[in-house]
T-cell receptor, first 113, second 114 residues
Framework: KAGVTQTPRYLIKTRGQQVTLSCSPISGHRSVSWYQQTPGQGLQFLFE???????NKGNFPGRFSGRQFSNSRSEMNVSTLELGDSALYLCASRPSEGGYTQYFGPGTRLTVL | GDSVTQMEGPVTLSEEAFLTINCTYT??????LFWYVQYPGEGLQLLLKATKADDKGSNKGFEATYRKETTSFHLEKGSVQVSDSAVYFCALSDVGGGADGLTFGKGTHLIIQP
């Protein structure tokens, strides 16, 4: 099976802009989670989607939002970008039936100038 | 809330040395435990996991045992190789939640010298 894919792999934006990142889960996986990785804060959970519904959300401001489509693909949006949003954004998917093991994509490296 | 504590390093070893990376956790529920590895410029790869007390996860020569009494999940390998150089993350997932995100440690940067 193909793994989790994320696009784009690299992105450069300026402060105040917005950005949309995309994630395609492993075939058959209906749950998609997003994480932010920074040198200072490490890996932090953003949110999880299952069957197009947000199931849980981490402690991030409302500028961070997401959605999931009927084919389980997910997008994450960050509005009004700040310098501190520069990070590696990782998407992970897991099987819908039991199984708490998450499988990660390669990430999108976002740089905010 | 849940938390994971691990040595941050860098940890520098010679090839064929024995490796231990300590990981301890606190959790309100009964978590599943994981080790992930991240190579430069890449995402996270699942290395091994354990879902209940006394379970031993193993993969590629790495092992870790779920110790509920000491709330630990230490990663070990008997003989490391240069190719093992990477950042290793210990993580937990609260079984009661399932929908909760993974809680990660800060990561341990491992450097293996030839």
């Amino acid at each position: 099976k193909a793994g989790v894919t994320q696009t784009p792999r690299y992105l450069i934006k300026t402060r105040g802009q917005q950005v949309t990142l995309s994630c395609s889960p492993i075939s058959g996986h209906r749950s998609v989670s997003w994480y932010q990785q920074t040198p200072g804060q490490g890996l932090q959970f953003l949110f999880e989607y299952f069957s197009e519904t947000q199931r849980n959300k981490g402690n991030f401001p409302g500028r961070f939002s997401g959605r999931q489509f009927s084919n389980s693909r997910s997008e994450m949006n960050v509005s009004t970008l700040e310098l501190g949003d520069s990070a590696l954004y990782l998407c992970a998917s897991r099987p819908s039936e039991g199984g708490y093991t998450q499988y990660f994509g390669p990430g999108t490296r976002l740089t905010v100038l | 809330g849940d938390s994971v504590t691990q040595m941050e390093g860098p940890v520098t070893l010679s090839e064929e040395a024995f490796l231990t990376i300590n990981c301890t956790y606190t959790a309100t529920g009964y978590p599943s435990l994981f080790w992930y590895v991240q190579y430069p410029g890449e995402g996270l790869q699942l290395l091994l996991k354990a879902t209940k007390a006394d379970d031993k996860g193993s993969n590629k020569g790495f092992e870790a045992t779920y110790r509920k009494e000491t709330t630990s999940f230490h990663l070990e390998k008997g003989s490391v190789q240069v190719s093992d150089s990477a950042v290793y993350f210990c993580a937990l997932s609260d079984v009661g939640g399932g929908a909760d995100g993974l809680t990660f440690g800060k990561g341990t940067h491992l450097i293996i010298q030839p």
